[in-house]
């Protein structure tokens, strides 16, 4: 079974830009998940979406968005990038339940200059 | 109130020997998932094992095993036989339901324990 993508894998961006990242969960997964991953302020998270709904939120300012398709494939978007921005975005899928594995894609390396 | 501690930035450890990291948590939810990761420079987060708040015994993958004492809200990684490529920062994890009754919920992360082992 394949596992987590992200595309793409390596980005560089300017102030001011947006950016749209993508994440194809493992085939059955419909909880997707994202992370952000910063050496200041470890990992946090984003937000977690399931059928096609955002159902929990972290503590991010609105230029962070995301959305879920119906094949639960996702997508997360920056606007207005700023330096602060640059980071390793990870997303992870799962099965419903707290005892289930959340698996991690390689991530997208975002870097704002 | 942190969720998940790591309290050991950093450890080192002899090829072939075993060492222990840390974690503790933080909750009030009875029903409750732990998860260790591993994430090597190359960025991608790998899990190594789970186990559950309701599990009786101490969860083992291979090489590695969780040392659960609920009690104390402790759950511990212990690598047995260290290997140079076990070299990697671990992230101790804790996975609640976003609320009562939902089956959905986010992973909390510690700080991560940056292992190496020098041969």
């Known amino acids: 079974k394949a596992g987590v993508t992200q595309t793409p894998r390596y980005l560089i961006k300017t102030r001011g830009q947006q950016v749209t990242l993508s994440c194809s969960p493992i085939s059955g997964h419909r909880s997707v998940s994202w992370y952000q991953q910063t050496p200041g302020q470890g990992l946090q998270f984003l937000f977690e979406y399931f059928s096609e709904t955002q159902r929990n939120k972290g503590n991010f300012p609105g230029r962070f968005s995301g959305r879920q398709f119906s094949n639960s494939r996702s997508e997360m978007n920056v606007s207005t990038l700023e330096l602060g921005d640059s980071a390793l975005y990870l997303c992870?899928?799962?099965?419903?339940?707290?005892?289930?594995?959340?698996?991690f894609g390689p991530g997208t390396r975002l870097l704002v200059l | 109130a942190q969720k998940i501690t790591q309290t050991q930035p950093g450890m080192f450890v002899q090829e072939k020997e075993a060492v222990t990291l840390d974690c503790t948590y933080d909750t009030s939810d009875p029903s409750y998932g732990l998860f260790w990761y591993k994430q090597p420079s190359s960025g991608e987060m790998i899990f190594l094992i789970y186990?559950?708040?309701?599990?009786?015994q101490n969860a083992t993958e291979g090489r590695y095993s969780l040392n659960f004492q609920k009690a104390r809200k402790s759950a511990n990684l212990v690598i047995s036989a260290s290997q140079l490529g076990d070299s990697a920062m671990y992230f101790c994890?804790?996975?609640?339901?976003?609320?009562?009754?939902?089956?959905?919920?986010?992973?909390?992360f510690g700080r991560g324990t940056q292992l190496t082992v020098w041969p």
């Open positions: 994890a804790m996975r609640e339901s976003l609320d009562r009754g939902s089956t959905l919920g986010r992973l909390y």
């Open positions: 992870a899928s799962s099965l419903t339940g707290v005892e289930e594995t959340q698996y």
């Open positions: 186990q559950g708040s309701y599990d009786q």
